[in-house]
Every structure is written in C-alpha cells, then in structure tokens.
C-alpha cells in the first residue's frame, strides 16, 4: 500500500511539474506568438489560418508552407496578416519557402519586438517531455505537452513522432523542450495523440540558406526544391537492387525501401466466385503539397491479377477492360497546374519470362514549375485467354531521363511465373 501511495505521488508530482513548466514556457514566450492568416481580398474575411512563431529581433516569423501556400500561388487574390497575444493585427510579407518541409518564411516589418525563439542545438532524446504551442480551431493560443518518439520510420523526409494533440491551427507553431528551445515545427496530426512535426534542424537550413534564397522568386525557388527532391528520391530506388515478389501467378518489383509500402487483397474466400482477382497497391504515405488542388512527390504502383477459367472470354475481356480504364494519375492536379497527358500507344514487350504486354506511357508537364512532368504507365499482359496481368504506376514532378530509366526497370521486374 505504501509503495501505491508513493507511485501515485511521484506520478502526482510528474504531471504538475510538467503543468508548472508548459505554464511558464507560454507565458514567457506568448510574445513571440503569433496567428498567421490569409484574408481574401474581395471579401476582407478569414480564408485560412495557422500559427507561427517569431525567429529573429528584427520581425521575421516561421511558419507552415501550407499555411500561406494560397498566397504563394495567388497573391493578387490574398493578403498575409497575423495577429498577437495582444489581439494587435498587420500585414506580413512572404520571404522564403521550403515546400519539401513544409515551411515558409514572413516578414513582419513594422515595428517587431526584439523577443524570439531560439532554435535548439540538440536533438531531443526519446521519450523526452516536449510542449506544442499553436492556435488550434480559432480558439486562441495553448501550449500542449506531449512527447518525443524519435523520427518517423517509412518516411523520405524526416517527420518527427510526437505524442501529444496536434490540432487544426496549431500548424506552424513552434515544439520546444524545457529550456523554450525549438525542437520542431507542428505540421500534421493522425489523430489519437498522434502528431507529426518538422525537425528544427530543416527550419535551421532555411534559416542559413536565407540570403541566397531571397534572391529568387516564389516559383523559382519550388521548382529547385521539386527537383531536387525528385532527383534525390529517384537516384535512390533506382540505385536499389530492386527485387521480384510473388503475385498471385506473377512476379512483381520489389523496390526494397521503406517509405513505399505495399498492401494487398484478393477474392480468394469467395468460393462462388466467377473470376478470381488479386491487387497489389505500393506507395509513398507521404507527398509535396503546392496548394490544395496540386500535390507532387509521389511514387506510386498498382497491380491487378485476374484469372477467370468458368466464365467466357467475351466477359472476361470486359471486366478486364473496365479495370485497364479506372487508370489514372494518383496526385491531385488542375488544368492551371498541368498540361494533358501526351501518350505513346501500343508499345508492345516482351520479356525472357514471355509475358506479353501492350502498354502505354504518357506524360504531362508542370505549366508554372519546369522541367518537370507526371508519368503515368499502364501495361496490360495479351498473352493468356482467361488470365491477366495489369501493372500501372505514376511518378509525379519527375524529369524525363527519370521517368524513362524507371519505365525499363519497372518492365523489366513484371513476369510471368
């Protein structure tokens, strides 16, 4: 009983230091915190808000690129404007972007205070006792204590785990450690105390890459971040030794990283079932957010498998055509941000493993950042009466000589058993 008593006690005294330390840091730093908003011009309301949080004595402010990504990419239509701990309003100029990371930089030029952040040197330890401050649901700014989990495992780029409750409005506000040191940036929750945030150490590189940075437009500055994001991404599967895996009666790649990740299903407990079907769906959980109507960055593959000995071959070739034109491009893109797909019809191949295909390949271009296209492929096997094979993959902000090399890989790992 006395060994309860003093568990409880402990336990007790842990969450109230905890309370006392999440208190102090946000009346400390309250100052320095800040509402980040996007007015719509015509209409002088609220279109979007977020949070951010002051990095230097002479105005300038972090936040998510998501948060002001509406004026990024249409800045007649809007205004940045924040708002203090002391409800005082003004307008804020973009600087810079990472849009890879999630981040961007303003400028509050008239008359900042001198009182900011300071970005950490360290990186946190796991388990660490860390605290979330933001402006979650337009409710008014709250510090949120929560925990440190090391880094995301099947992620290309790097997000923190954080345990703790990571809301809409809260993205943008700073992650600091005991001493009000930032450790991260709130950028994404999946709910159930489940946040994810950007390691302070990419807000560190902006930071020293600011006077270069600067000196180029919005758009320039994404289109270099898209490149080379896809550039590194790219040289990285195709420098893997990519495998084959089994697939109903098939062999499909097997890229061999992490961040995509495979799920798979198929009809086999349907015993009544006419045409037996099996999918393979291989992706990237992770993406480039531009704007709301255009998302890049992503890999992704598809497999259908059907086999159908019991039905005629009239049907069977309908059902299979009606799987071969639910193809299509897996990122979000308008016709303001992409051209139309431009397609090579009818390339036939053939592979030592004598697994026929008729495949297309077609490609659209980024209109505003380029050099860079979606890719999309679709091979349909003709080689079987009553068996089919579909692979499909798209590649999206991608350069051409990428897209090429990964197409003869790709084809050349589908095959036959």
Request: charged share 20%; with cysteine.
């Amino acid at each position: 009983m006395k060994r309860f008593v003093v568990l409880v006690f402990s336990v007790y005294s842990f969450i109230l230091g905890a309370t006392e330390q999440a208190q102090k840091i946000f009346q400390d730093m309250a100052p320095s915190l800040y509402q980040i908003r996007l007015i719509d011009k015509a209409t002088s309301e609220k279109s979007s808000i977020g949070s951010g949080f002051q990095i230097s004595d002479n105005g300038y402010i972090a936040t998510n690129y998501h948060v002001i990504s509406g004026y990024a990419q249409h800045p007649e239509k809007y205004i940045i404007e924040y708002e203090n701990d002391q409800g005082k309003k003004g307008h804020l100029s973009l600087q810079t972007v990472d849009v890879i990371n999630d981040l961007a930089i303003v400028l509050l030029a008239e008359n900042p205070q001198t009182q900011h952040f300071m970005i950490s040197e360290q990186t946190p330890e796991k388990g660490e006792e860390l605290y979330s401050l933001g402006n979650p649901h337009d409710l008014g700014m709250i510090v949120v204590p929560g925990t440190y989990n090391g880094l995301k495992k099947e992620a290309f780029n790097d997000r923190i785990h954080f345990t703790g409750s990571v809301n809409p409005g809260m993205s943008g506000g700073p992650v600091v450690n005991r001493f009000g040191e930032v450790v991260g940036i709130n950028v994404a929750s999946s709910g159930n105390q489940i946040g994810f945030l950007i390691p302070h150490d990419k807000l560190a590189a902006l930071i020293n890459n600011f006077d270069a940075q600067v000196e180029k437009t919005i758009d320039q500055q994404i289109t270099e971040q898209l490149k080379a994001n896809q550039n590194r991404l790219l040289t990285e599967i195709m420098a893997n030794d990519w495998q084959t895996k089994s697939f109903a009666d098939a062999s499909i790649p097997d890229t061999g990283v992490n961040y995509i990740r495979c799920w798979g299903d198929s009809n086999a407990d349907k015993t009544d079932a006419l045409l037996f079907k099996a999918v393979t769906n291989c992706q990237m959980e992770e993406y480039v957010y531009i704007s709301e109507a255009f998302t890049t960055g992503s890999i992704d593959m598809e497999f259908h498998f059907f086999k159908g000995e019991e039905i005629s071959s009239t049907r069977f070739y309908q059902i299979y055509q009606t799987q071969i034109n639910r193809a299509g491009a897996s990122n979000r893109a308008g016709k303001e941000d992409v051209s139309e797909f431009e397609c090579q019809h009818n390339i036939t191949t053939d592979s030592d493993e004598s697994i026929r295909n008729k495949a297309i390949l077609c490609i659209r271009a980024f209109k505003k950042y380029r050099g860079l296209y979606d890719v999309m492929y679709l091979s349909a096997s003709i080689d079987h009466d009553k068996q089919a094979l579909v692979s499909h993959f798209t590649l999206s902000g991608v350069d051409k000589n990428f897209a090429q090399s990964f197409s003869k890989k790709f084809m050349e790992s589908v095959k036959w058993n």
